[in-house]
């Protein structure tokens, strides 16, 4: 029997595991799988904390359908009838300038009737199809594109909050082959984003005229997907439903390799042996495990850094905001100096997150423009964003229910030079036979992101135990 270990059981490893038991059978090899996961329950970055009829998530709040990856997993693990979609508020979302929300507007004609951008701003992103794609394959920062191909106004006004709200990072360090892969392949594609836009759209029109391809409301952004008890539901039954052991409470300290296999030592002084090790720990997290195995990767790896955030819960009676809440929610330029990221409108997009009369506004604060907000008390924190709310959505009352979450390392950043990194750890690999890497330090954040990079490394673990 081939022992894998995979290390970290958020929804990297939990799937990584899950799928790793699937594909091995498929296979016709014997392997038991046992994951190691430091907290004293799943789900790394996924919780979902339900206290007085408010349902508030932790981290993320959902997935998009627009990729298969996490749908289908979820139809392996028999939920697809448990998902809850966002409603149709979920397609208003909002940007906070200049003292007001502006609606971000999803086409032209509501681009141009818009007040968010001005109209210098408006003329130079009209210069877009103009702009002579860019030769170098050289990386480049996501502001740096931005101000290039949009300009300043569409990198403070748009841009900036989008990787805020993606990433909480800064746009200025962050690389766009990493973060936004597609982006750069379209512009080098088509030589820019409109030419790209009008010839994608017309590709279309023409296989859904040949049948090749349906029309569909969600656009190419997807629907947010969620479950009905909120989003532990996927991590919750990706872990009841591994037919290998989840040790819970077993935090791993190293990695060593001894007569072709690993030895693992876990901080209570245990070891553990195995085949092969998958880890799906943060990059920080792996980069002390490896530190006597290979102290270059180890110092790579340690090289990624991570965003902090604070969550912050509020729920008021409906009746004491007065104004709609029909919408996704809203983000803050940095340039508008507020105390928060934004806001998502919790309640307003799933209709289970607040009880009955009332309603749940989740706030994002901190980031990578604003590490210190996780340093604040939990008195500054609520008093700051009690103070955001009052200026952008004129709530007076005092919220009846609040609940701050602290992610010290909220997410990784793909700073510019990211790929090259990656390289370098596909090097490092090479000499550390059956050491697998995966999770949300390298190939996407989002949770479609590390579903589809633990089918990968699955696919890989499994390959390589074939050839064996
Ligand atoms: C506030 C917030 C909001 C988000 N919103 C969204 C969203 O709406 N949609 C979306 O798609 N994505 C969202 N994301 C991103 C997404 O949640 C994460 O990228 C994803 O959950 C990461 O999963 P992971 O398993 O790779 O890492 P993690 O969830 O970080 O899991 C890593 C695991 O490793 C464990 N570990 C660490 N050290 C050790 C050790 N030494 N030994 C053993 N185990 C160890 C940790 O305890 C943890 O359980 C959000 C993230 C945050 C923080």
Redesign the pocket.
């Known amino acids: 029997m081939t022992k894998v270990a995979v290390?970290?059981?958020?929804?990297?490893?939990l799937s990584t595991a899950f799928a790793v038991e699937r594909l091995a059978e498929e296979a016709g090899l014997a392997v038991e799988t046992l994951v190691?996961?430091?907290?004293g329950t799943?789900?790394?970055?996924?919780r979902t904390v339900s206290e007085e009829g408010y349902l508030c998530e932790?981290?993320?709040?959902?997935?998009?359908d627009n990729k298969p990856m996490t749908l289908e997993l979820c139809d392996r693990l028999g939920i697809r009838d448990r998902l809850l979609r966002s409603n149709d508020n979920a397609r208003k979302r909002f940007i906070y300038s200049e003292g007001v929300l502006h609606r971000l507007p999803e086409n032209g004609p509501a681009f141009l009737k818009s007040k968010l951008v001005s109209w210098p701003g408006k003329a130079r992103l009209a210069c877009e199809p103009f702009i002579a794609a860019r030769r170098s394959d050289d990386d480049e920062t996501l502001a740096d594109f931005a101000r290039r191909r949009l300009g300043q106004e569409a990198l403070d006004k748009l841009i900036a909050p989008m990787v805020s709200g993606i990433f909480a990072g800064d746009p200025e360090t962050m690389s766009l082959k990493s973060c936004f892969p597609r982006i750069d392949e379209l512009e080098r594609e088509y030589g820019g984003l409109v030419k790209a836009m009008v010839r994608l759209a017309k590709k279309k029109k023409a296989e859904i005229r040949e049948g090749k391809a349906v029309a569909s409301a969600a656009g190419p952004g997807g629907i947010?997907t969620s479950f009905l008890d909120g989003i532990q539901e996927l991590s919750d039954r990706n872990a009841a439903a591994l037919k290998g052991e989840l040790r819970t409470g077993?935090?791993?300290?190293a990695i060593r390799r001894r007569d072709g296999r690993f030895e693992i030592r876990l901080v209570d002084g245990s070891v553990e042996e195995a085949d092969i090790v998958v880890s799906?720990?943060?990059a920080h997290?792996l980069s002390?495990?490896v530190r006597e195995l290979d102290p270059g990767f180890s110092e790579l790896l340690g090289a990624i850094p991570y965003s902090p955030?604070n969550?912050v819960c509020f729920g008021y009676e409906r009746e004491k905001v007065k104004r709609d809440l029909d919408g996704f929610g809203y983000l803050i330029p940095k340039k508008e100096g507020r105390g928060i990221l934004g806001t998502l409108w919790d309640s307003s997009i799933f209709p289970n997150r607040a009880p009955q009369g009332k309603v749940l506004l989740r706030s994002?604060m901190g980031g990578a423009t604003n590490p210190g907000a996780v340093r604040l008390s939990d008195a500054e924190v609520t008093q700051t964003v009690r103070s955001d709310l009052r200026t952008i959505m004129g709530i007076e009352a005092e919220p009846d229910f609040v609940r701050i979450f602290r992610?010290e390392e909220?997410?990784p950043q793909y700073l510019l030079g990211h790929g090259r990194r990656l390289k370098a750890f596909d090097e490092r690999l090479k000499d550390l036979p059956g050491l697998f890497i995966?999770?949300?330090?390298f190939f996407g954040?989002?949770?479609?992101d590390?579903v589809n990079a633990s089918n990968r490394v699955a696919d890989r673990v499994v390959g390589f135990l074939q050839k064996r």
């Open positions: 290390i970290g059981g958020g929804i990297s490893g190691l996961e430091k907290e799943p789900g790394g970055k996924i932790w981290g993320p709040n959902g997935f998009l947010l077993a935090e791993v300290e799906a720990a943060p997290a002390g495990m955030m969550v994002m992610h909220a997410i995966t999770g949300n330090a954040v989002g949770l479609n590390c």
